[in-house]
C-alpha cells in the first residue's frame, strides 16, 4: 500500500487546540508585563514565571512582520496546525518559513520524510546524525532541538556525552561530516570506500545516501537559521529568563495608556540614503536583457568570467569578528573544531572545477537517490525547483516584474563559490547584480554561517521586504544543499563505478 506522505495524512489536526498552541508560539512576547504589574500577578503565589528573552521568532525580523502574514493567510495557518498535529510543537523556523507558505510545505514534507517515515536508518541515527550537522556550524538551536527528538525516540544518552561515546559506526561519520560542511570538494571516493568497506561497522549504500541527505540538510538549515537570526522558542534551551523585564520595554499597561516607541531620526536618514536601490537594480536587470538579446559571449570568454568571479569570491571577506570557539557542549558532538571554510586557492591549494555538465543533479544525482532511497530524490527535486522558481513577480513595491535572471543570479553564485560551473551562464551578471554587502551576506551565510550577524542582514537590499530576504535564504539555503549533495553523490557514483 502506497503511503500519502503530504502535510494532510501527518494526523487529523485539532483545530482549537493547534490553533491555541499556534498563538502562543507566535505572540508570547508580545505580552510584556512591568514589574509592577508582574508583582501585583505574582503576588500570592510564590511561583517564577519564564520570560521569552527574544522578541519574536527571529532576531533580524520584526515580530509583528511574522505574526501579520499568519493571521493573513489561510494557507499558512493551516500548515502552522497540520505541523503541530504531525510533532507536537511548532518551531521557529517553520513560523518564518512561514511568509512563503508553498516552499514550507515542501520542506516540511521532506524533512518529515528524511526523520519519520520508513528508510535505511534507525530513528535515533537519524536524530543523532542532525545533531552532528548542526553542531559543525555551532547551531545550538538546531543541537537543542534534536537532542530532546534523540532522546524522545529512544536514544542512548551517554551518545551525548560526546562523538567518542556514540557508536563506532557514527564515529567513522565526523569525517564525511567535517569535508561536506566546510571543504565539500576535497571529497574523495575513497572517502566513500572507507565508509562502505570498513572491517567493523561498515555502511551499506542505502544507508550512506540516508546519511549524506540528513548531513546535508542540517548543514543547509544550520544556515538558514543563522541568516534570518532565528531564536529558541519560550521552552527551550536558551529562549527564556526568569529576570524580570528590564525599564526600557513596555507593558501592557503602557500599551493601554497609549505609549509606544517614537520614530527615530536615524531611520529617516536610512530611508533617504536607500532611496532609488531597486529602481537601480531593475535598470540593471534590462540593461543584461538587451545585451543578452544582442550579443552572445564566446565559450571561452564564458569561461574566462567564471575564474574571475570564482576568484574575486575568495576576496570577499566572511565576517568582521574572530573565529568563533565553539563552547564544550557543541564541539563534543563532532571533531576537529579548528577544521573550516577555507578558499580555494589559499596556500597555492587549486581545485579542478565542477562542471555542471559532467556530472548535474538533473541527470545524475537525482536517479542515484530516489534508487537508493525511494521517493526522497522525488521530494529533494521538488524542494530545489520550489525554492528557485519561487516568485511573486515583485521587487519591493514594485510589481509584474521578472526576477528570473536575479533568483540564477544568486543561486549560480553560490555553486560558484564551491566551485561548480554551468557552461551556459555569462558569470559576468553577477557583479552587476550583487553588491559587496550582499556577497558578503551571502558567502557568510553559505560558508560560516554562526558568523552572521543582525548588521549584515539589514545592510543588504535595505528597500526590500523581509518576506524577500526569507526568500534569498531560501534560496541560499537550497543552493548550498545541492552543492554538497552534488560533490558527495558524484563521489559515491565513482566509487560504484
Given at each position: 500500500?502506497?503511503?500519502?506522505?503530504?502535510?494532510?495524512?501527518?494526523?487529523?489536526?485539532?483545530g482549537?487546540?493547534?490553533?491555541s498552541?499556534?498563538?502562543?508560539?507566535?505572540?508570547?512576547?508580545?505580552?510584556?508585563?512591568?514589574?509592577?504589574?508582574?508583582?501585583?500577578s505574582?503576588?500570592?503565589?510564590?511561583?517564577?514565571?519564564?520570560?521569552?528573552?527574544?522578541?519574536?521568532?527571529?532576531?533580524?525580523?520584526?515580530?509583528?512582520?511574522?505574526?501579520k502574514?499568519?493571521?493573513?493567510?489561510?494557507?499558512?495557518?493551516?500548515?502552522?496546525?497540520?505541523?503541530?498535529?504531525?510533532l507536537?510543537?511548532?518551531?521557529?523556523?517553520?513560523?518564518?518559513?512561514g511568509?512563503?507558505?508553498?516552499y514550507?510545505?515542501?520542506?516540511?514534507?521532506?524533512?518529515?520524510?528524511?526523520?519519520q517515515?520508513?528508510?535505511?536508518?534507525?530513528?535515533?541515527?537519524?536524530?543523532?546524525?542532525?545533531?552532528?550537522?548542526?553542531?559543525?556550524?555551532?547551531?545550538?538551536?538546531?543541537?537543542?532541538?534534536?537532542?530532546?527528538?534523540?532522546?524522545?525516540?529512544?536514544?542512548?544518552?551517554?551518545?551525548?556525552?560526546?562523538?567518542?561515546?556514540?557508536?563506532?559506526?557514527?564515529?567513522?561519520?565526523?569525517?564525511?561530516?567535517?569535508?561536506?560542511?566546510?571543504?565539500?570538494?576535497?571529497?574523495?571516493?575513497?572517502?566513500?570506500?572507507?565508509?562502505?568497506?570498513?572491517?567493523?561497522?561498515?555502511?551499506?549504500?542505502?544507508?550512506?545516501?540516508?546519511?549524506?541527505?540528513?548531513l546535508?540538510?542540517?548543514?543547509?538549515?544550520?544556515?538558514?537559521?543563522?541568516g534570518?537570526?532565528?531564536?529558541?522558542?519560550?521552552?527551550?534551551?536558551?529562549?527564556?529568563?526568569?529576570?524580570?523585564?528590564s525599564?526600557?520595554?513596555?507593558?501592557?499597561?503602557?500599551i493601554?495608556?497609549?505609549?509606544?516607541?517614537?520614530?527615530?531620526?536615524?531611520?529617516?536618514?536610512?530611508?533617504?540614503?536607500?532611496?532609488?536601490?531597486?529602481?537601480?537594480?531593475?535598470?540593471?536587470?534590462?540593461?543584461?536583457?538587451?545585451?543578452?538579446?544582442?550579443?552572445?559571449?564566446s565559450?571561452e570568454?564564458?569561461?574566462?568570467?567564471f575564474?574571475?568571479?570564482?576568484?574575486?569570491?575568495?576576496?570577499?571577506?566572511?565576517?568582521?569578528?574572530?573565529?568563533?570557539?565553539?563552547?564544550?557542549?557543541?564541539?563534543?558532538?563532532?571533531?576537529?573544531?579548528s577544521?573550516?571554510?577555507?578558499?580555494?586557492?589559499?596556500?597555492?591549494?587549486?581545485?579542478?572545477?565542477?562542471?555542471?555538465?559532467?556530472?548535474?543533479?538533473?541527470?545524475?544525482?537525482?536517479?542515484?537517490?530516489?534508487?537508493l532511497?525511494?521517493?526522497?530524490?522525488?521530494?529533494?527535486?521538488?524542494?530545489?525547483?520550489?525554492?528557485?522558481?519561487?516568485?511573486?513577480?515583485?521587487?519591493?513595491?514594485?510589481?509584474?516584474?521578472?526576477?528570473?535572471?536575479?533568483?540564477?543570479?544568486?543561486?549560480?553564485?553560490?555553486?560558484?563559490?564551491?566551485?561548480?560551473?554551468?557552461?551556459?551562464?555569462?558569470?559576468?551578471?553577477?557583479?552587476?547584480?550583487?553588491?559587496?554587502?550582499?556577497?558578503?551576506?551571502?558567502?557568510?551565510?553559505?560558508?560560516?554561517?554562526?558568523?552572521?550577524?543582525?548588521?549584515?542582514?539589514?545592510?543588504?537590499?535595505?528597500?526590500?521586504?523581509?518576506?524577500?530576504?526569507?526568500?534569498?535564504?531560501?534560496?541560499?539555503?537550497?543552493?548550498?544543499?545541492q552543492?554538497?549533495?552534488?560533490?558527495?553523490?558524484?563521489a559515491?557514483?565513482?566509487?560504484?563505478t
Amino acid at each position: 500500500m502506497q503511503q500519502d506522505h503530504s502535510l494532510c495524512a501527518w494526523g487529523a489536526c485539532s483545530g482549537v487546540q493547534s490553533k491555541s498552541y499556534v498563538e502562543k508560539q507566535l505572540q508570547p512576547s508580545l505580552i510584556k508585563i512591568c514589574t509592577h504589574c508582574e508583582r501585583l500577578s505574582k503576588k500570592d503565589l510564590g511561583i517564577r514565571i519564564p520570560r521569552p528573552l527574544g522578541n519574536g521568532p527571529s532576531r533580524f525580523i520584526p515580530e509583528k512582520e511574522i505574526l501579520k502574514v499568519s493571521k493573513v493567510d489561510a494557507r499558512t495557518q493551516t500548515i502552522f496546525e497540520d505541523a503541530f498535529a504531525a510533532l507536537g510543537r511548532l518551531d521557529n523556523i517553520s513560523v518564518v518559513m512561514g511568509f512563503h507558505p508553498q516552499y514550507l510545505e515542501s520542506f516540511l514534507r521532506t524533512q518529515h520524510y528524511l526523520l519519520q517515515m520508513d528508510g535505511p536508518l534507525s530513528l535515533h541515527y537519524r536524530h543523532y546524525i542532525g545533531i552532528m550537522a548542526a553542531a559543525r556550524h555551532q547551531c545550538s538551536y538546531l543541537v537543542n532541538l534534536h537532542v530532546n527528538d534523540f532522546l524522545q525516540v529512544g536514544g542512548d544518552p551517554k551518545w551525548l556525552n560526546g562523538l567518542d561515546e556514540a557508536p563506532q559506526k557514527l564515529q567513522q561519520l565526523g569525517e564525511l561530516n567535517k569535508i561536506l560542511a566546510h571543504r565539500p570538494w576535497l571529497l574523495t571516493k575513497e572517502h566513500i570506500e572507507r565508509l562502505l568497506k570498513a572491517d567493523e561497522h561498515s555502511w551499506s549504500l542505502a544507508e550512506l545516501i540516508h546519511a549524506v541527505v540528513l548531513l546535508t540538510h542540517y548543514h543547509s538549515l544550520a544556515s538558514f537559521t543563522f541568516g534570518c537570526g532565528i531564536t529558541p522558542e519560550i521552552h527551550c534551551d536558551g529562549g527564556h529568563t526568569f529576570r524580570p523585564p528590564s525599564l526600557s520595554q513596555y507593558c501592557v499597561c503602557d500599551i493601554a495608556n497609549g505609549n509606544g516607541h517614537a520614530f527615530h531620526h536615524d531611520d529617516l536618514l536610512a530611508n533617504q540614503e536607500m532611496c532609488g536601490e531597486v529602481e537601480v537594480l531593475m535598470e540593471r536587470m534590462k540593461q543584461l536583457q538587451e545585451c543578452r538579446d544582442d550579443e552572445e559571449a564566446s565559450q571561452e570568454e564564458m569561461a574566462t568570467r567564471f575564474e574571475r568571479e570564482k576568484t574575486e569570491s575568495m576576496l570577499v571577506v566572511t565576517a568582521e569578528d574572530e573565529e568563533c570557539v565553539p563552547s564544550r557542549d557543541i564541539s563534543r558532538h563532532f571533531e576537529d573544531p579548528s577544521y573550516g571554510y577555507k578558499d580555494f586557492s589559499r596556500r597555492g591549494e587549486h581545485v579542478p572545477t565542477f562542471r555542471v555538465q559532467d556530472y548535474s543533479w538533473e541527470d545524475h544525482g537525482f536517479s542515484l537517490v530516489n534508487r537508493l532511497y525511494p521517493d526522497v530524490g522525488q521530494m529533494l527535486d521538488e524542494k530545489f525547483q520550489m525554492a528557485y522558481n519561487l516568485t511573486y513577480n515583485t521587487m519591493a513595491t514594485h510589481k509584474d516584474v521578472d526576477t528570473s535572471m536575479l533568483r540564477r543570479a544568486i543561486w549560480n553564485y553560490i555553486h560558484c563559490m564551491f566551485g561548480i560551473r554551468y557552461d551556459d551562464y555569462d558569470y559576468g551578471e553577477i557583479n552587476q547584480l550583487l553588491d559587496r554587502s550582499f556577497k558578503i551576506y551571502i558567502k557568510t551565510m553559505v560558508c560560516s554561517p554562526e558568523k552572521t550577524t543582525k548588521r549584515m542582514y539589514e545592510s543588504f537590499w535595505r528597500q526590500f521586504q523581509h518576506s524577500e530576504k526569507v526568500h534569498v535564504n531560501l534560496l541560499l539555503m537550497e543552493a548550498r544543499m545541492q552543492a554538497e549533495l552534488l560533490y558527495a553523490l558524484r563521489a559515491i557514483t565513482r566509487y560504484m563505478t
